[in-house]
């Protein structure tokens, strides 16, 4: 069965400064694939940044990087210069490479930036 | 409308009434899914259907039943529910390939409270 674990409940960070949210992951399979979403107060999950089980390269979109270690599994994400918008919930999230799975979640980790 | 889109958005309820989530997605995508965020609780899968087919369920209650008449709408379907049923109920769709990594797409959520 797969597994996502992030330990950190809650996360605090002042704005410029860069924060690492910590993401493991369980699976036996081979090939797969990490997410990581932002869902703010109002609710709705924002997709941010994904990587596949192959990439050779870390991924990145903008400000947000995934240092992917895939020997230690884990996807951990990385958001440099912190704005007070980045303040909501972070979910790592991952699923298989097969047609019609879905994603399996972590418990999520809460961001606050402060000015 | 684009998106995904979900209504209504707040909905009480008795443990008695039946209601209806509604879920329609405008991307084209070919699969949907219902996940229960719970406080506190990772997001849990409820139903996937791909192709307008179920291909999982993940031992949800019987008093959830989802419906799917085509591949933009997306139903769930409630009848006497219990007060741990309140909750946030996300739908989210996704443009499945042959396995290929597509991040699904998330719509706003229903907070459901079960009086």
């Known amino acids: 069965a797969q597994k996502i674990t992030q330990t950190q409940p809650g996360m605090f960070v002042q704005e410029k400064e860069a924060v690492t949210l910590d993401c493991t992951y369980d699976?036996?399979?081979?090939?797969?694939?990490l997410f990581w979403y932002k869902q703010p107060s109002s609710g709705e999950m924002i997709f941010l940044i994904y990587q596949g089980s192959y990439d050779e390269q870390n991924a990145t979109e903008g400000r947000y990087s995934l240092n992917f270690q895939k020997a230690r599994k884990s996807a951990n994400l990385v958001i440099s210069a912190s704005q007070l918008g980045d303040s909501a919930m972070y979910f790592c999230?991952?699923?298989?490479?097969?047609?019609?799975?879905?994603?399996?979640f972590g418990k999520g980790t809460t961001l606050s930036v402060s000015s | 409308e684009t998106g995904v889109t979900q209504t209504p958005r707040h909905l009480v309820m008795g443990m008695t009434n039946k209601k209806s989530l509604k879920c329609e997605q405008h991307l084209g995508h070919n699969a949907m899914y219902w996940y229960k965020q719970s406080a506190k609780k990772p997001l849990e899968l409820m139903f996937v259907?791909?192709?307008?087919?179920?291909?999982e369920n993940n031992s949800v209650p019987s008093r959830f039943s989802p419906e799917c008449p085509n591949s933009s709408h997306l139903f769930l379907h409630l009848h006497t529910l219990q007060p741990e049923d309140s909750a946030l109920y996300l739908c989210?769709?996704?443009?499945?390939?042959?396995?290929?990594?597509?991040?699904?797409?998330f719509g706003p959520g229903t907070r459901l409270t079960v009086l």
């Open positions: 699976t036996s399979d081979q090939s797969y694939g």
């Open positions: 259907y791909s192709l307008e087919e179920r291909v």
């Open positions: 989210a769709s996704s443009q499945e390939e042959g396995g290929s990594y597509n991040e699904q797409f």
């Open positions: 999230a991952m699923r298989l490479n097969q047609a019609g799975t879905a994603l399996i």
